[in-house]
């Protein structure tokens, strides 16, 4: 399942991009994120996410890992984990691009979310809507905190 939206943000693309790698204030617009830690800086990233999709409460465990840096215009990432307790397993791909767009940065955001497991049966649009609800937060929580100075 593919999510991709453009997120208007008035502050400079080198602002974003900064905010990007500031891991505590990044994570904090993350809906569920929780034990966030670096394990490599600039590389390497875990974290616990927890959220309610249908009928189960989950609680993956991520390792995320930075695949490409382009200062400041484009990031990639790819994050997996697994929810023992349900038998659930995510894979998930994140496209990141910025461009300057009248005096503020066009965020262009893609994440490709692959469900597995249990979980997985649930039906696809009761994980499309949970995902598109992930990704509307997490934008709107970067809006926030970078328009309103944090």
């Not at 023992?84 to 910025?98: M, T, Y």
């Not at 300057?100 to 597995?116: C, F, P």
């Amino acid at each position: 399942m593919k999510v991709e939206r453009e997120i208007p943000i008035q502050a400079s693309p080198e602002k974003v991009w900064s905010f990007l790698w500031d891991v505590p204030r990044l994570a904090a617009c993350i809906p569920g994120a929780k034990d966030v830690r670096t394990i490599e800086d600039g590389k390497l990233y875990g974290a616990v996410v927890a959220e309610k999709v249908g009928p189960f409460k989950v609680q993956f465990p991520l390792t995320i890992e930075v695949l490409e840096a382009l200062p400041p215009e484009r990031l990639r990432a790819r994050a997996g984990g697994r929810d023992a307790a349900v038998d659930g397993l995510v894979k998930v791909e994140i496209d990141v691009a910025l461009r300057g767009s009248d005096g503020g940065t066009a965020l262009s955001l893609t994440v490709d979310i692959n469900v597995l497991g249990k979980l997985g049966t649930l039906g696809h649009s009761v994980i499309i809507r949970k995902g598109n609800d992930i990704v509307d937060r997490f934008g709107s929580a970067i809006r926030r905190e970078l328009e309103g100075g944090g």
